[in-house]
């Protein structure tokens, strides 16, 4: 208990640096909200397109895919709030030496790599995501029950957790060859599959990107508990089973990086 | 001239050293595409013949000569470089020199396509011949001609545009919002995200009055016969006059962003 509060306030000593540093260029900080909302905005604009020539998608009708797609970017932009900033800058801190320094400090190393960086941008991104998500429901004219929303809330924290524990793996690989970037970089193009309906796809693809990397599970579930569409609890289960092995996967690959690593330079 | 041979060079040289990041890049990027790709089939699948005046084979075609026209035209991170160029006071060096900073930046954004192209043909062939049933040839050798000089005229859009943008760096600090607000506009509007004709005919004829379809959608609807005959041709003309004026205001804007530069840290 006693570590738990002293992460926790580290933590917060996190958040007052970020707080710092962000109004430190409020312009830019404005400017990057726009920026994601204007992408959010054709992701969507995408979908409305699609559905002035059809009028559903396999079994997704058009606002069932819009609550899909809100689903998905608050999913994304959470990922983004606690630790996107953080995994991509992994390999700078290996090849400037920053993460000797880090190794030296007396907290957890992965702690302090995962979460120092806060990403308040994504907080903002991630309240459109939600008020594109009740319009949703609104147009489906559907009302929640509270244990729908508690669901897709702890949903949502497992899909931020999968994300999470990717990208750190492959961020993790960054100290073997520095250009792990591309690797990282392509992971990152692969959240768009997040956002379009599971039943869109068939065959290999949708097996390996459903118990290989659960891009199409991430956002679907949650979804589909909120538009009542989950046809069983599997569905459940697998995300959270994808959760374990993803973390898992990623705590073996950052300790075999840190026995691995011999410094940069110095 | 020779001298921007030269320059062509050492661009090559200089790019080889990304080929494996061109590799993941243009293979990874392959994902979404099969994605896009999925998605239009499911649509099709309910469908039963055209949809918005498109076969199935001719949408997954334009998603296809996407892909190539993209490889072949696409800015990767030339304006980057000119910012940061501007803004670490590199340019003045360009000054001094009997060197045309325009010239010697498209000769180098040449030379890189040229080797990003030549690497991403490799898994960009194997792609389109696993979809060679919906591959389709453009109609006769002639059509195939004027495709291949609006994919020169785009590129030298695209390239002027992102120039002229980077350019801005002398009055403003931090560009690199605009340039993905601009890359944006340039994505929905310019067709790579679905056709234009497929959008409300108000809209896609008001699209037509900006310079946006003309950086992809128009090369594209060539090759897959969407647009033919006199409006081709007529659609080249405007296509080549947008290239034209890009270039004029590339000029006027650098002219006057060296009046106001003042080489910092030069």
Redesign the interface.
Request: zero cysteines; a positive charge.
């Given at each position: 208990m006693k570590t738990f509060r002293r992460y926790l306030g580290l933590y917060a000593a996190f958040w007052k640096n970020s707080v710092a540093r962000e109004m430190g260029?409020k312009a830019?900080f404005l400017?990057?909200i726009?920026?994601e909302a204007?992408?959010f905005a054709?992701q969507l604009?995408?979908i409305v397109?699609?559905y002035?020539?059809?009028d559903?998608?396999?079994d997704w009708s058009k606002w069932e895919v819009v609550l899909l797609m809100g689903a998905a970017h608050f999913i994304q932009q959470m990922f983004q709030a606690f630790f996107l900033t953080n995994c991509t800058s992994i390999s700078e801190h290996v090849r400037t030496g920053k993460f000797d320094f880090m190794l030296l400090l007396p907290v957890n190393t992965r702690f302090l790599l995962s979460l120092r960086q806060v990403d308040l941008g994504g907080y903002f991104n991630a309240a459109s995501a939600v008020a594109v998500m009740i319009y949703a429901l609104w147009q489906m004219q559907r009302v929640p029950s509270a244990l729908e929303v508690l669901g897709f809330v702890m949903l949502a924290i497992v899909g931020v957790l999968i994300h999470y524990c990717f990208m750190f793996l492959l961020s993790a690989i960054s100290f073997w060859t520095v250009?792990a970037q591309?690797?990282v970089?392509?992971y990152y193009?692969?959240f768009?599959?997040a956002r379009?309906?599971d039943?869109?796809?068939?065959g290999t693809?949708r097996a390996f990107f459903t118990f290989a990397i659960p891009m199409l599970l991430v956002a679907n579930v949650p979804a589909r508990v909120l538009a009542q569409k989950l046809h069983s609890p599997r569905d459940i289960l697998l995300l959270l089973a994808m959760m374990v092995v993803a973390f898992l996967l990623s705590q073996a690959g950052w300790r075999v990086s840190l026995k691995r690593y011999t410094s940069a330079s110095s | 001239m020779r001298k921007y041979w030269h320059v062509i060079n050492v661009g090559i040289q200089n790019t080889l050293v990304y080929r494996?990041?061109f590799l993941?890049?243009s293979a990874?990027?392959l994902?979404?595409l099969?994605?896009t790709i999925?998605?239009?089939?499911?649509?099709y699948e309910?469908?039963q013949g055209d949809?918005?005046g498109y076969s199935l084979a001719q949408i997954i075609s334009y998603y296809l000569v996407v892909t190539i026209v993209d490889a072949l035209t696409a800015v990767y991170d030339d304006d980057w470089q000119i910012a940061g160029d501007i803004r670490d006071g590199n340019i003045s060096q360009f000054l001094l020199k009997p060197i045309d900073y325009l010239a010697y930046r498209f000769c180098l954004f040449s030379a890189q396509r040229l080797i990003y192209t030549a690497v991403a043909s490799i898994p960009v062939t194997v792609f389109i011949l696993l979809n060679r049933k919906y591959f389709v040839a453009p109609p006769d050798a002639a059509t195939l001609g004027v495709f291949a000089i609006s994919i020169v005229l785009t590129a030298m859009l695209q390239f002027l545009i992102s120039y002229t943008l980077a350019l801005l760096a002398f009055w403003l600090l931090?560009i690199s919002?605009?340039i993905?607000?601009i890359f944006?506009f340039e994505?929905?509007a310019g067709g790579h995200?679905?056709p234009l004709d497929?959008?409300?005919p108000l809209l896609a004829k008001t699209l037509f009055f900006t310079p946006f379809p003309y950086q992809m959608f128009f090369p594209v609807s060539i090759y897959v016969g969407k647009i033919t005959g006199s409006a081709m041709y007529q659609g080249l003309l405007i296509q080549a006059l947008w290239v034209f004026a890009f270039y004029a205001l590339a000029r006027v804007v650098w002219w006057r962003g060296i009046r106001k530069y003042s080489a910092v840290g030069g």
């Open positions: 260029f830019n400017l990057w726009v920026t204007l992408w054709l604009a995408f397109v699609i002035q020539h059809t559903h998608i396999a250009r591309g690797v970089w392509a193009s692969m768009n599959l379009l309906p039943s869109a796809f068939r693809f | 494996v990041n993941f890049r990874f990027g994902i979404p099969v994605a999925s998605l239009w089939r499911t649509v309910s469908k949809v918005a931090e919002t605009l993905f607000i944006a994505y929905i995200l679905f497929i959008l409300p």
